[in-house]
């Protein structure tokens, strides 16, 4: 199997300031009970886009038809607390392909990373003028390149490079799936298994 | 140059190093449970494999389950398919299940410890952040992702980078009415809800030597609260007498062997860690949260920080430099797999015992196990709470997470032994207070935020 890949992405970007915004609110627990991965783009961010009747809460980035893009742009310290998956499926399934932030939390991270969504760290300051190109004008295109490891403001050319471990880079460019990969070493697993064993 | 615990456990289960540095890391112990699991079953499905090492798996069902009527079927159907799906798929590849109904069944990171599943120099996940828990008894522990659930299930083993290691000492003697939750909600205080990200945290000095295992498991289980890969104290006599004739521990000759071995699991003295704070004890008082992250919190006679978030005060409905004393409560939650051990409930209960419940208050306490909820049957627990007008529920991960009907209503004040003050994590608009067991008796027994060295003269 293969993860989806990623190689450049141009693209308009949605701003949610929030500083520490953690899993629950990217997917409230009560949203987690389906057994299938299918539907959680949905309930992204639910209790922030709608109020209790189920509209859309009109301030809210997402609800704003200003915003569009495929890339999410999110205060420091994104993905906090629990682990579900859920919030990478969530953001992923419901267009996103790339998250920057100015600090990521470590499980999500991984969790993005295993699902072709690409976490993006840049500076704190990078953050701030990425949230200002918005501000100024909600058209702005950014480049993100996975190559490279560069992200780019296209109107000021701009751009901060960010860091990514070369494995994971490499199974994103490829689509390459750790399953797989760990499946296909079995044998040097087991004779891991029969040295300890005989410890 | 010496190696830490963490250097010396993470060594010995490296299979190979890929380029970038990411570890093919072999697992010794896999948890799981109802939600994080059924996504990673279904991509076996799809591959068309099965889970090599069945036997290193331990499952049960905790997050999605009522805790009252367990003899009857879940009401609510999603969780009932989500519930039967694991068991399911349990039977199906030849794992150990305690469901519901099973006098092995409880919240995850309570069962595994109680049954000697959990043992030092161990590597242990389980698809659920609050694994950092097992760290108590010197295991390398964490939470992970359902596509890791996958390759552990696919291979027993994940492809990780080694976390960056750091120490945190507490010395001196904790005071009176001083517990492990307030050591943790303390430290997460100081160095934030993100201050632990990228590291694994190594708890030591005096005061975490005197904690009991249930004391080091609520210290290891926040430690994921302020952003760390887990928490880990080195094993010593308290983590040896506490798994002594457990289940699945070693027994006889080879637990005495086994020792031995656990002996060596601590850092050498010219270890390095990549950061490291010094606490001290003394300056640890009860704890309470007023925001709405685990590190916004405070000792229970401070006022509000001036320079609190406001969108957190707003979504509390507090002021900076309000005194959280005396504020009203609704609620009280004692339980989660931070506060739901047998020690908790003793301690709650001697607390209450001879007083009453506030009229005010809604009291949901939820042991964290089957077994939990036995001993404190034959301890007489059931009756003093019965007696103070509490009633015990049964296990489960309850409202903490919210994903049964334990849920605190929109604006209501909750005053909770778990483990995330997040908005709605109770609830759709509830607000949480998180303490540790004292803070809450006191709640309980007022109906108000109170220092439990008052109410009950500790």
Same mark, same amino acid.
């Given at each position: 199997m293969s993860i989806p890949k990623f190689d450049k992405l141009i693209s308009r970007a949605i701003p949610?300031?929030?500083? $520490?915004?953690?899993t629950d609110q990217i997917i409230p627990a009560r949203f987690l009970k389906a057994v299938e991965r299918k539907g959680f783009g949905d309930n992204l961010f639910y209790d922030w886009r709608f109020n209790k009747a189920g509209q859309p809460i009109a301030g809210f980035p997402l609800n704003d038809p200003r915003y569009q893009g495929e890339i999410l742009v999110a205060g420091r $310290?994104?993905?906090?607390? #629990? #682990?579900?998956?859920h919030a990478a499926w969530a953001i992923f399934d419901h267009g996103f392909r790339v998250v920057v932030s100015s600090f990521f939390a470590d499980i999500f991270r991984n969790n993005a990373l295993n699902n072709g969504l690409l976490p993006v760290k840049v500076s704190d300051e990078f953050l701030a003028e990425i949230f200002a190109e918005i501000d100024r004008d909600p058209m702005a295109q950014f480049e993100v390149d996975l190559e490279q490891q560069t992200f780019t403001i296209l109107s000021s050319k701009h751009s901060e490079t960010f860091e990514i471990d070369a494995y994971k880079k490499r199974c994103l460019q490829n689509g390459y799936d750790d399953v797989d990969y760990l499946v296909s070493i079995m044998p040097q697993i087991e004779a891991f298994e029969e040295k300890r064993k005989s410890l | 140059m010496g190696k830490t615990l963490l250097d010396k456990i993470w060594d010995a289960h490296t299979i190979r190093t890929e380029d970038g540095g990411r570890t093919v890391l072999y697992i010794d112990r896999h948890y799981i449970h109802e939600v994080t699991s059924p996504v990673a079953f279904a991509g076996l499905e799809k591959r068309g494999i099965g889970v090599a090492r069945p036997q290193q798996v331990t499952a049960t069902c905790d997050h999605?389950?009522? !805790? +009252?009527?367990?003899?009857?079927?879940? +009401?609510e159907p999603q969780s009932r398919e989500q519930v039967a799906a694991l068991g399911r798929n349990c039977a199906k590849y030849g794992i150990t299940y305690f469901g519901m109904g099973n006098p092995k069944q409880g919240i995850v990171h309570i069962i595994g410890p109680e049954q000697g599943f959990t043992q030092p120099g161990m590597t242990i996940v389980c &698809?659920?952040?609050? !694994?950092? !828990?097992? &760290? %108590?008894?010197?295991a390398v522990a964490f939470g992970i992702g359902t596509s890791e659930v996958e390759m552990v299930f696919a291979s027993q083993c994940l492809i990780q980078s080694k976390p960056k290691t750091m120490r945190i000492t507490v010395d001196g003697k904790l005071g009176n009415g001083v517990e492990a939750k307030d050591i943790i909600l303390y430290i997460i205080s100081k160095?934030? %809800?993100? &201050? &632990? !990200?990228g590291h694994f945290i190594e708890f030591a000095g005096e005061a975490i030597r005197s904690l009991s295992m249930e004391g080091r498991m609520t210290l290891c289980n926040m430690s994921i609260e302020c952003g760390a890969r887990g928490g880990i104290v080195a094993p010593d006599q308290t983590t040896f007498d506490y798994l002594r004739g457990r289940g699945n521990a070693p027994q006889g000759a080879d637990f005495e062997r086994a020792i031995e071995r656990w002996k060596e699991l601590h850092s050498d003295p010219d270890a390095q860690f990549d950061t490291e704070y010094r606490f001290d004890a003394a300056d640890i008082q009860p704890m309470i949260t007023y925001g709405t992250n685990p590190g916004m919190g405070m000792a229970i006679t401070d006022t509000i920080p001036a320079e609190a978030d406001p969108k957190a005060l707003a979504y509390m409905d507090f002021k900076a430099g309000e005194k959280m004393i005396g504020k009203p409560v609704d609620y009280v939650f004692v339980g989660s797999c931070t506060n739901g051990r047998i020690e908790d409930l003793r301690r709650f209960a001697q607390l209450v015992k001879g007083r009453k419940k506030a009229a005010n208050i809604t009291a949901w306490i939820v042991p964290g196990s089957k077994k939990v909820e036995e001993m404190a049957e034959k301890e007489g627990i059931r009756q003093i709470l019965a007696d103070a007008g509490f009633e015990l529920r049964q296990p489960g991960?309850? %409202?903490?997470? %919210?994903?049964?009907?334990d849920k605190v209503p929109a604006g209501k004040y909750c005053v909770s032994t778990s483990n995330r003050n997040f908005e709605g994590r109770q609830g759709p608009g509830a607000r949480t207070l998180l303490s540790g067991v004292a803070v809450a008796a006191a709640a309980a027994v007022t109906g108000s935020v109170q220092d439990p060295r008052q109410v009950f003269n500790l």
């Open positions: 949610v300031r929030t500083e $520490n915004i953690d $310290n994104f993905g906090c607390g #629990s #682990s579900r998956e | 999605n389950i009522p !805790t +009252e009527k367990q003899h009857l079927p879940i +009401e &698809g659920d952040s609050h !694994t950092s !828990t097992h &760290g %108590a008894f010197g160095i934030s %809800a993100s &201050g &632990g !990200t991960c309850s %409202a903490c997470l %919210a994903m049964n009907a």
